[in-house]
């Protein structure tokens, strides 16, 4: 079993079986009185992907349809979680990039009195470049300097900027769900991160600085949101999803 390489000076850690041939941790962490669930990828050693739909272009729609694809091009599922924030075609709200190739543009717009977490700006990307290292970037960031990336999925809002918070998470906050997130806390490597119990933004925010390391993580979505790890029960869909990353066995050298 891989060791848990994130620190544990501000929660208790608990690892999870996980095959040792994948360079995967697999952990569970206590931050406040709220319990994470943490998996790193170490990119030198695997190739996190972002899939929407099938070679038909077909949406996979959940998990367990992209575990039976994988299985039936003879690959195996290891990791899945879902990317970014969706609009209401089930369709990418902002850019998402697949193998380099852009299916989504990346989305600027600043409505006034819209709604949604991906409007709380700033939003941003989380990419991974075609230089394999990965990162995360405020929108404005990507418009005035696009990545060359190989997959870059946009979400929002940002959790944490530079270091510090976004400027409108409060303690206070009485809006507490599921909250799932993504950082780089190092180039080629990649910690994605979901509370197992309904915690506000700030909280979550903190969890991400504090004890994952990161100075800048992007918000992925809320309830719907789930990890699934080789060896978990299946994970039918509450919700459609669009976006996934996704880990395979066997997946192409980048």
């Known amino acids: 079993m891989p060791t848990l390489s994130l620190r544990c000076a501000f929660a208790a850690c608990l690892l999870l079986p996980f095959d040792a041939a994948h360079a995967i941790d697999a952990g569970e962490r206590r931050f406040g009185e709220a319990d994470y669930r943490v998996v790193t990828i170490d990119l030198a050693r695997e ?74 700006h700033p939003n941003g990307v989380f990419f991974v470049g075609t230089d394999g290292k990965a990162g995360v970037v405020t929108t404005a960031d990507w418009a005035r300097a696009p990545r060359a990336a190989r997959i870059a999925s946009q979400s929002g809002p940002m959790l944490v900027i530079d270091g510090a918070l976004h400027p409108q998470f409060g303690p206070a906050s009485t809006s507490r769900k599921l909250r799932s997130g993504v950082c780089a806390p190092q180039p080629d490597r990649v910690a994605f991160a979901i509370s197992e119990a309904p915690v506000n933004f700030h909280d979550f925010a903190m969890f991400m600085r504090d004890v994952l390391g990161c100075r800048d993580a992007l918000f992925l979505d809320g309830t719907l949101s789930r990890f699934w790890v080789e060896g978990d029960p299946p994970a039918p869909a509450v919700k459609p999803y669009v976006g996934m990353f996704a880990v395979f066995e066997d997946a192409p050298a980048r």
């Open 47 to 120: 190739r996190l992907e972002l899939v929407w739909k099938d070679e038909a272009g077909a949406a996979y729609g959940g998990i367990e349809a992209l575990r039976a694809a994988a299985a039936r091009d003879g690959r195996r599922l290891v990791f899945a979680t879902n990317a970014g924030i969706y609009d209401q075609s089930h369709r990418p709200l902002g850019l998402h990039v697949e193998g380099g190739n852009t299916l989504r543009p990346l989305n600027t717009t600043r409505l006034p009195g819209t709604k949604g977490n991906f409007s709380m």
